[in-house]
């Protein structure tokens, strides 16, 4: 059989002929960045795709982050998980923010709801929960907890394209969502992101952020960043929108294939599916148990890899394990005993719209060897 290499992702790219032609309208109005006609149909779009109000397009996922706590004015302490990408707690760090971790449910693996009241202290002004492999956080819960104490609560929501719950999307919870279109993510721009919000003069508020403060050509009204996403990037955000949908259907596909094929072995497990959750498939995460499995995650791991398949082991370590914040109070593993557990346990296999059957099998086959 031949040997090439079956990665986690592999990004989808539109027909070349699809971006040629819009490269072409690039090239003949001249427009390259700054609200380009592109850019805003992609917002226009978006907000009809996704079922939201407000969305404001960044250029990349991290800098969305780190601007929606600007444009909330975040300070002191806020709530979050470790169990994340690191970029979630660096857009705190950026902004001088301590971040206070606590543990993750261990059945929806998001932050754990009945965890928030005891963290919140007098300095702790948000919570940051993370939608994590696009399973909706308990927001009911978070909702209520956030009034009751009067926090903002910003989502991160770079796994939760398209997710509703209950035909609600979840990019309408919280006080403001934030989106990766990262080339991993299942909607890509290349790089990309954006800010979902639910008012216009919080979209103005975000806008003015992202291109230095500028209200108009004279007119500067905060200390702003350069956070916009160009031309090009909105051209593919555009023709990715064309696919998504069966991108994701495609998604669904392998994911459904995966739980038939390894769910009767002992000691592999999945994250469970959620009740009216419309889900988007962008990872598959699977656990493995050392015990009852025979060897370890990180055996298994290395069996995949000598068979060119490269699984990834998202989220470890937890980001509470990383330099900069391992010497936090909240960051001791003992109290974090779910996050440190799924973190031991957790693969996340191949997932993309083209994955071939075969491939799919030898993954299979790979974890009976
Ligand atoms: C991808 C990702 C980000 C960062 O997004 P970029 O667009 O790569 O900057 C943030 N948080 C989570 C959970 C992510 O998966």
Redo the contacts with the bound molecule.
């Keep these: 059989m031949e040997n090439k290499n079956i990665y986690v992702t592999k990004p989808f790219l539109p027909p070349l002929e699809e971006f040629n032609q819009y490269l072409e309208q690039i090239w003949a109005n001249g427009q390259l960045t700054n609200n380009g006609p592109f850019h805003q149909k992609l917002e226009k779009e978006l907000c009809e795709h996704l079922g939201i109000e407000y969305i404001s397009l960044f250029s990349?996922?991290?800098?969305a982050?780190i601007t929606a706590l600007q444009a909330l004015k975040i300070s002191g302490e806020v709530i979050t998980t470790p169990f994340?990408?690191v970029?979630?707690t660096h857009s705190l760090w950026w902004n001088n923010i301590k971040p206070i971790f606590i543990d993750i449910d261990p059945v929806t693996l998001n932050l754990d709801p009945d965890k928030i009241e005891k963290a919140i202290t007098p300095a702790t002004t948000a919570i940051m929960p993370?939608h994590?492999y696009g399973t909706p956080c308990d927001t009911d819960k978070i909702k209520r907890i956030s009034d009751k104490y009067n926090l903002k609560v910003i989502y991160?929501a770079?796994?939760a394209f398209g997710v509703t719950k209950n035909g609600i999307p979840v990019l309408n919870q919280g006080d403001l969502s934030?989106l990766?279109?990262?080339a991993?993510?299942v909607f890509n721009t290349f790089?990309?992101?954006a800010i979902v919000c639910k008012d216009k003069q919080m979209k103005q508020h975000i806008d003015d952020l992202k291109n230095f403060g500028f209200r108009d050509e004279t007119t500067v009204v905060e200390p702003g960043i350069n956070a916009k996403m160009n031309e090009l990037q909105a051209a593919m955000g555009l023709l990715q929108l064309k696919y998504v949908d069966g991108n994701i259907i495609k998604r669904k596909a392998i994911a459904d294939k995966y739980r038939s094929g390894l769910g009767d072995i002992p000691g592999i497990s999945f994250l469970d599916e959620i009740e009216g959750v419309k889900h988007n498939y962008s990872y598959f995460p699977v656990f493995i148990d050392e015990n009852s499995y025979g060897r370890s995650r990180d055996e298994l791991y290395e069996e995949l890899k000598r068979n060119n398949i490269f699984g990834r082991r998202y989220f470890y370590p937890l980001i509470s394990m990383f330099s900069p914040y391992n010497k936090l109070s909240s960051a001791a593993p003992e109290l974090l005993p779910c996050a440190v557990k799924a973190s031991n346990e957790v693969i996340c296999l191949p997932i993309y719209p083209d994955l071939a059957n075969e491939d799919v099998l030898k993954i299979i086959k790979t974890f009976k060897q």
């Design positions: 990349n996922g991290t800098l982050l994340s990408f970029a979630t993370v994590v991160d770079a796994h934030i990766s279109f990262h991993t993510k790089e990309g992101g």
